[in-house]
């Protein structure tokens, strides 16, 4: 099936401009008779909810937590991109536009990034009309600071909570809404399946997590806004709850999956230290404005840091890569930290760490300035690790952290399933094979509050829909099928915990599909993912009873996702006879160890489609063409 982006012709600073003109609109009396189904209140959900019930359109929106305030996007520490230029530092629209396309080398679509730049200072103008408190210069401007793979300044931020900030912002929006009764909210919401009718989604299944009912909910189109899979891995800094499920559900429906072996392992993380362990916590990327990466020139010099002489450490980043030091995009600075480590400079009991170090920055600036920038992150630290940034260096890994794969969208951010949205980590998304940081947040808004409004009336305009309830043949098959699968999972009272299931395929997925890869590990993990899938069906144990609150059953749910699609993901891998952002096939690498992409037979998106049950999915390519950007080796030297 050939993919059509829908990305519009013309000069690459009028597509969008021009698209919404093109758009057909549903008048405002009209908007009233449309109902809308958003699942998911993070960012990107919580921003389509709100605007699309100011916009008049009946809303209904789902999410997991007990309130939307607790979405996976409350966690985003660092900040959030914008091209405002207010530091008159060389930024502009292109820039940013240039900035992430290059940082995601190469692998995204010229027209939705270019797009991204240009709403990225809407996005800002929003936030601080509905309160946001963005910090700000002596002078009353808001205040930037740099992230990866940008030379200029341009990350908005609220100290180390920039997420908590944005989401309580676009949560008032979405209460409001709530409050005049253009939304209704449903919290406690899983949902396990989309309901096609006529080849368009037209419905969700979700079980009510306290009562364990299964629902079904109608609607004229379903927006999915669930989030990234990092959590494939067992071990990633996402929220507890993040998972595939809405999407791998509605892959199995008919909506592409593309890129999922995109996945960006951030630089900065509080090292794995035993194996009990369940979570991995950031140390967010605005550190790196300040701390400097270090580890000792000697293999297997145990030393404390301190006693470290200047002339002994190694300061990697900042020879390797004079131009951008520290702040290289987290691909680039995660590959060379697992090389340090491999070469037995590692530090810490496990030698996977190396040290981020702020004594520098404190000597300048003074202990005072470094606590008011970074104050809340130094205290997460210490309390995990009880050692204290403010006297010796932080230590930190790599770890799983972003999806940059997700279902398939067109320019309208629609799936290959006529009237199913995807917006924010969980579509495929504009940041190609490895993401800037900060630019997950303005992506997700922009997602929100500026590109689905309009899209979204495009379609409804441009489509007869008849009427369709939750009465409809299609929607009682759903249910069965759904309650089928839960009595299942209840069923086979095993031996082993879904905790177990997880940490093994974890461990799988890290070893064979992570920061390095080559051929032989990724076909063992697709052989080997298989293998622990049957041992799942027949040996795990889920307590308790689906009529009611029951933790075990939805992680069961979720896990069973994980193992189906973890193979996705090693299939991706395999096929893509290249190396291009966070993809490092070992096979594929310049002299200096860098990742070689394969323009001439790898400049594509990979959009896979679900072709039944045991049956090997099909991979449909969108090809990828660049008019207004050279293709270049990417280098941050
Ligand atoms: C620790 C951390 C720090 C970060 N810091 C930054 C940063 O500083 N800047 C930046 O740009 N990015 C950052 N990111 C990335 C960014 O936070 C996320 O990409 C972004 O918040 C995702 O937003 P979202 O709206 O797409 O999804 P989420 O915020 O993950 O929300 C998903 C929603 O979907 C719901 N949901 C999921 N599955 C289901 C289901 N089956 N049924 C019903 N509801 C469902 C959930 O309940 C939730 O409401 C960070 C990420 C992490 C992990």
């Known amino acids: 099936?050939?993919?059509?982006?829908?990305?519009?012709?013309?000069?690459?600073?009028?597509?969008?401009?021009?698209?919404?003109?093109?758009?057909?609109?549903?008048?405002?009396?009209?908007?009233?008779?449309?109902?809308?189904?958003?699942?998911?209140?993070?960012?990107?959900?919580?921003?389509?909810?709100?605007?699309?019930?100011?916009?008049?359109?009946?809303?209904?929106?789902?999410?997991?937590?007990?309130?939307?305030?607790?979405?996976?996007?409350?966690?985003?520490?660092?900040?959030?991109?914008?091209?405002?230029?207010?530091?008159?530092?060389?930024?502009?629209?292109?820039?940013?536009?240039?900035?992430?396309?290059?940082?995601?080398?190469?692998?995204?679509?010229?027209?939705?990034?270019?797009?991204?730049?240009?709403?990225?200072?809407?996005?800002?103008?929003?936030?601080?009309?509905?309160?946001?408190?963005?910090?700000?210069?002596?002078?009353?401007?808001?205040?930037?600071?740099?992230?990866?793979?940008?030379?200029?300044?341009?990350?908005?931020?609220?100290?180390?909570?920039?997420?908590?900030?944005?989401l309580l912002g676009a949560y008032s929006a979405l209460m409001r809404q709530v409050g005049i009764g253009q939304v209704r909210m449903f919290p406690r919401r899983e949902m396990l399946d989309l309901v096609l009718v006529d080849g368009r989604a037209r419905g969700i299944v979700v079980r009510n997590l306290i009562t364990g009912e299964i629902e079904s909910h109608s609607a004229h189109a379903v927006v999915l806004a669930t989030g990234g899979y990092g959590n494939a891995y067992f071990l990633s800094t996402n929220g507890m709850s993040s998972n595939v499920s809405a999407i791998w559900r509605a892959y199995k429906r008919g909506a592409f999956f593309a890129h999922p072996s995109f996945i960006q392992i951030h630089p900065t993380c509080i090292p794995v230290h035993g194996d009990y362990q369940s979570k991995l916590t950031l140390m967010s990327e605005s550190l790196r404005n300040d701390g400097r990466v270090w580890v000792p020139k000697k293999a297997g010099d145990q030393r404390p840091a301190e006693q470290i002489p200047e002339s002994e450490r190694d300061y990697y980043l900042e020879e390797k890569y004079p131009s951008f030091g520290n702040l290289v995009p987290r691909?680039?600075?995660?590959?060379?930290?697992?090389?340090?480590?491999?070469?037995?400079?590692?530090?810490?009991?496990?030698?996977?760490?190396?040290?981020?170090?702020?004594?520098?920055?404190?000597?300048?600036?003074?202990?005072?300035?470094?606590?008011k920038k970074y104050g809340n992150l130094f205290q997460m630290y210490e309390r995990i690790t009880d050692d204290n940034p403010y006297q010796s260096p932080m230590m930190i890994y790599p770890a799983i952290h972003y999806a940059m794969g997700g279902l398939w969208v067109d320019y309208n951010l629609m799936s290959t399933i006529p009237g199913l949205f995807v917006l924010g980590e969980a579509n495929f998304s504009d940041h190609g094979a490895n993401r800037l940081g900060a630019s997950a947040l303005m992506q997700g808004l922009a997602d929100g509050y500026f590109i689905i409004p309009y899209t979204i009336g495009g379609y409804l305009a441009g489509t007869p829909l008849g009427p369709v309830d939750e009465g409809h043949r299609a929607f009682g098959e759903t249910v069965k099928a759904?309650?089928?699968?839960?009595?299942?999972?209840?069923?086979?009272?095993?031996?082993?915990?879904?905790?177990?299931?997880?940490?093994?395929?974890?461990?799988?997925?890290?070893?064979?599909?992570?920061?390095?890869?080559?051929?032989?590990?990724?076909?063992?993990?697709?052989?080997?993912?298989?293998?622990?899938?049957?041992?799942?069906?027949?040996?795990?144990?889920?307590?308790?009873?689906?009529?009611?609150?029951?933790?075990?059953?939805?992680?069961?749910?979720?896990?069973?996702?994980?193992?189906?699609?973890?193979?996705?993901?090693?299939?991706?891998?395999?096929?893509?006879?290249?190396?291009?952002?966070?993809h490092f096939n070992e096979a594929y690498q310049t002299p200096d160890h860098e990742a070689l992409r394969n323009d001439e037979e790898c400049c594509y998106v990979a959009a896979w489609e679900f072709t039944g049950k045991g049956k090997a999915p099909a991979l449909h390519k969108e090809p990828l063409t660049f008019e207004n950007v050279k293709l270049t080796q990417r280098s941050y030297k």
């Open 1 to 166: 099936m050939p993919l059509d982006s829908k990305a519009p012709g013309g000069p690459l600073e009028e597509k969008w401009d021009r698209h919404r003109f093109e758009l057909k609109l549903v008048n405002p009396a009209n908007k009233r008779k449309y109902e809308i189904i958003v699942v998911g209140t993070g960012l990107a959900g919580a921003s389509a909810s709100a605007t699309l019930a100011e916009l008049g359109y009946h809303v209904k929106t789902f999410c997991i937590q007990d309130t939307p305030r607790r979405a996976h996007s409350i966690a985003a520490q660092g900040g959030i991109n914008a091209a405002k230029n207010y530091q008159g530092d060389g930024d502009s629209i292109r820039r940013l536009f240039y900035d992430t396309i290059k940082g995601g080398d190469f692998r995204s679509r010229e027209a939705n990034v270019y797009r991204l730049a240009q709403i990225s200072v809407d996005i800002i103008d929003q936030c601080v009309a509905q309160g946001v408190p963005f910090a700000r210069e002596y002078g009353g401007l808001l205040a930037n600071r740099s992230f990866g793979g940008a030379q200029v300044s341009r990350t908005f931020y609220a100290r180390g909570q920039t997420g908590q900030q944005l």
């Open 331 to 371: 691909d680039v600075a995660s590959r060379n930290a697992k090389q340090q480590c491999d070469q037995g400079k590692g530090v810490g009991p496990t030698g996977y760490a190396v040290y981020l170090d702020f004594q520098d920055a404190i000597k300048r600036d003074g202990e005072a300035v470094i606590r």
């Open 482 to 582: 759904a309650k089928d699968a839960t009595d299942r999972l209840l069923s086979i009272k095993g031996r082993r915990t879904v905790h177990d299931f997880h940490r093994e395929l974890g461990h799988i997925l890290w070893e064979y599909c992570g920061m390095s890869r080559n051929e032989a590990g990724m076909r063992k993990a697709k052989e080997r993912i298989p293998e622990l899938r049957e041992a799942f069906w027949k040996d795990v144990t889920v307590p308790g009873t689906s009529a009611d609150f029951n933790q075990s059953l939805e992680r069961a749910g979720r896990v069973a996702d994980f193992l189906e699609f973890g193979e996705l993901l090693a299939e991706d891998a395999l096929s893509r006879k290249e190396s291009c952002g966070c």
